[in-house]
């Protein structure tokens, strides 16, 4: 029986999406559903079929195969690159990536916001460091013009309102 197909898997799913949007609504006033939206309308204008040739970036949060290698190997799951079409695996693989690295964030003192969140997933597992303790580079300077993006859709509405106006029309 596969993981996915597992009822405590399942189960425990939906517990990780509960607690993250709990976590996301107090993180900078957006829940994670509005945070998944704006990585959306960021990565791939909502697409879920859009594919990046030059970094190998799949679906409509543009996942690329390192970072679901990362999500194979911290949950023991044999995705493939091309389930990434789907928009509810890529949130599941969002979602998975943020709970694992949200431990570290807490641990370190911080408090997690959605500003970690976007970090991690435009700059790896351990961008999020450089919310608090930013470097003069050019991965911050990526980094915070990432930010920037998300952070006029999560607080322009954009999202939300794009992906629903473009599913309605």
């Avoid at 945070?35 to 040739?53: F, I, Q």
């Avoid at 970036?57 to 789907?86: E, V, W």
């Avoid at 991690?120 to 608090?132: E, F, M, P, T």
Wanted: charge should be positive.
């Amino acid at each position: 029986m596969n993981k996915l197909t597992r009822p405590i898997f399942a189960f425990a799913v939906v517990i990780i999406f509960i607690i993250f949007t709990i976590i996301a609504s107090s993180a900078q006033g957006a829940t994670m559903t509005d945070l998944l939206l704006a990585m959306e309308k960021v990565e791939s204008n909502s697409n879920e079929l859009a594919y990046n040739e030059s970094e190998k970036a799949l679906g409509c949060l543009q996942i690329r195969p390192i970072m679901l290698a990362d999500y194979n190997r911290i949950y023991g799951t044999n995705f493939t690159h091309d389930q990434m079409k789907s928009r509810a695996t890529s949130h599941l693989v969002a979602l998975g990536i943020f709970h694992h690295y949200e431990k570290y964030i807490k641990r370190s003192g911080e408090e997690v916001s959605a500003k970690h969140f976007a970090f991690i997933w435009n700059g790896g597992g351990s961008a999020w460091r450089r919310v608090n303790s930013p470097k003069v580079d050019k991965k911050q300077n990526n980094l915070e013009i990432y930010w920037t993006k998300i952070s006029r859709c999560l607080y322009a509405g954009q999202a939300y309102l794009d992906t629903y106006n473009i599913a309605n029309n």
